[in-house]
């Protein structure tokens, strides 16, 4: 029985990969990446040679054929992304159903567990997130106002993915909607040289880019805590 395996990749430091995942993209007949450049870089760290094919979310049609007839014939593939754990925000979700809709149990998927950016932020955020919801990245225009809305009342931490050219705008919305004192953590370039958790009030979140427009780059995890101050009806 072929297997497919979804394997978690850095998310900066490349020596954040796990024994389990290095064995398995050594032993695979082929890895289907999101960039075959950047994964080529994490192979050869670590002299694998593995052939490597490039798979992402607009991938044609045909493409998605050849991987399931790859599979078909009994070969063994790992799908990883460009950073951290495939499908979450990032391409893999439809060929992992595909897999399933077509072979159901005789093809198995395997999950290889590595970094995620969201589990790492939360790790060292340091507010409780027992619970929490993940709204992966927010949409840019369709059906934002409400999610800023629904951050704004929730009571439990809402975490999500931004990107540098969009979080000033972001911060803005956020003072829009949650208020300037509502407390947030922006964790930026994990694992990697830069990395900073910066913590406090919207407001003072804000002053600190403002002062550091430097820093207004790189990758960012956004942790909003829950609203405090509703009281139940
Ligand atoms: N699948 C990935 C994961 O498991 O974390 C997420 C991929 S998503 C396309 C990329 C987004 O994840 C970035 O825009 C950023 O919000 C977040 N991210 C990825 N690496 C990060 C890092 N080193 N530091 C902070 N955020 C990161």
Do not use: W
Not at 68 to 80: F, R
């Amino acid at each position: 029985m072929a297997t497919l395996f979804i394997v978690g990749t850095p998310i900066g430091n490349l020596e954040d990969i796990t024994l389990r995942a290095l064995r398995v993209l050594k032993e695979v007949d082929l890895v289907l990446c999101e960039d075959t450049r950047v994964t080529k870089r994490l192979l050869s760290k670590y002299e694998i040679n593995t052939p490597t094919m490039s798979y992402h979310a607009q991938s044609k049609l045909a493409k998605a054929d050849k991987i399931l007839a790859l599979l078909e014939e009994g070969k063994n593939l790992a799908l990883v992304s460009d950073a951290g754990t495939p499908c979450i925000s990032d391409p893999g979700m439809l060929l992992v159903s595909q897999v399933r809709e077509k072979f159901g149990d005789t093809i198995s998927i395997v999950p290889i567990p590595g970094p995620s950016a969201l589990i790492t932020a939360l790790s060292a955020a340091g507010v409780s997130v027992a619970e929490f919801t993940f709204l992966g990245f927010l949409p840019h225009k369709k059906g934002r106002e409400t999610l800023f809305k629904e951050i704004a009342e929730s009571k439990r931490v809402m975490s999500f993915y931004e990107s540098p050219h969009r979080i000033e705008k972001t911060l803005e919305s956020l003072e829009k909607f949650c208020g300037a004192s509502r407390n947030i953590i922006l964790a930026r370039e994990l694992t990697k040289i830069y990395e900073e958790f910066v913590r406090g009030t919207v407001e003072e979140v804000r002053a600190h880019f403002a002062q550091n427009p430097d820093r207004v780059r790189g990758e960012f995890v956004v942790i909003v805590e829950g609203n405090f101050h509703i009281l139940p009806k």
